[in-house]
């Protein structure tokens, strides 16, 4: 199983991202995805997630508006596409994958990061 996270890096306060998260070794359209982060300091958290057949997603409140999750199960990849960023949105981004018949099967990346500052 792999799970690699790309696209993190500097920007500006009010720029955009896009992280994705390509995908290896396990069912991929059969899998919950999702994005984390982790500022230092404090816990991770959920940023946003999106189901097995993509119609469904969620989101935290802070980024709500602002960010936006979608995946491509022909690529095995999901996206976050992340505007109008903020400082307090440096963190250290994860992608997770949870299979959506049984929560036992999860696995992590190895995380990217993103710095909003100026």
């Known amino acids: 199983v792999q799970i690699v996270e790309s696209g993190g890096g500097l920007v500006q306060p009010g720029g955009s991202l896009r992280l994705s998260c390509a995908a290896s070794g396990f069912a991929f359209s059969s899998y919950i995805m999702s994005w984390h982060r982790q500022a230092p300091g404090k816990e991770r958290e959920l940023v946003a997630a999106?189901?097995?057949?993509?119609?469904?997603?969620n989101y935290a409140d802070s980024v709500k508006g602002r960010f936006t999750i979608s995946r491509d199960n022909a690529k095995n990849t999901v996206y976050l596409q992340m505007n109008s960023l903020k400082p307090e949105d440096t963190a250290v981004y994860y992608c997770?994958?949870?299979?959506?018949?049984?929560?036992?099967?999860?696995?992590w990346g190895q995380g990217t990061q993103v710095t909003v500052s100026s």
């Open positions: 999106i189901r097995s057949a993509g119609g469904f997603t």
């Open positions: 997770n994958a949870v299979n959506a018949y049984n929560y036992g099967y999860s696995y």
